[in-house]
């Protein structure tokens, strides 16, 4: 069994056929997956997903590139995961320097600000961070640092950074998840990382609906295609399907803190 640690199943794309997306997911061997928040005003669709089906979790966060949103604060992140059994994280958070643009460094500081809060409240809730990164990762690995993220851990999500910050992200406790974009030929970069990250400290993800991985680049991704990603690692690896499935399938359980005798 596969399981797609991130993905977006309240997006709008998912609203007339999330039936049919879920039996997708038993009929590829994918028994669990991430829903993750990325902003407030949408969260409560979120949880209701993960409340309503025994094999779908929640987090909760609002993500560094929605700027005109209402803005989470340390105790309304703190008692949201303490009040619900199926949040399992906190995020998604972290940096996006991406579009950036002509602002300044300085003009940033929110994201940053907001990045020390989901922090905060990972920590005090015991709850693993789900972290994007980018074009920002010395920034993300510094605040990680100075804020002791490496006593709660998580997950770099949908990672495409350097092995260098693979490594610093591993060495505080953080696992690094490969999405459907490992699987494109122009990712030989990734994939070399890929190949050096040790499987004990991976997981798979899809992002879905966006970064589809080959062969449905372009379509409206799905949790059920984390296992072409699965499939393309163990290649890339040279394991077999079966132990990367079973190993990624172990460490979400063990990143998420979910006791799998219940799921």
Known sequence: MFIDSHCHLDFPEFQSRLPEVLANMKSASVSNALCVSVDLPDFPNV???????????????????????????????????????????????????????????????WQRERFRTHIRAAIASKKPLIIHTRSASEDTIQILKEEGADQIGGVMHCFTESLEVAQAAMELGFYISFSGIVTFKSAKDLQATCKEVPLHRMLIETDSPYLAPIPYRGKINEPAWVAKVGEFIATLKNVSVEELAEQTSKNFFDCFQIDRRYT
């Open 47 to 109: 949880l209701k997903l993960a409340q309503e089906h025994s094999h779908l979790y929640a987090s909760v966060g609002v993500h560094p590139d929605y700027e005109d949103t209402p803005e989470p604060t340390y105790e309304f992140l703190v008692e949201t995961a303490l009040k619900h059994p199926k949040i399992v994280a906190i995020g998604e958070t972290g940096l996006d320097y991406y579009r950036m643009g002509e602002r300044s460094y300085e003009s940033m500081e």
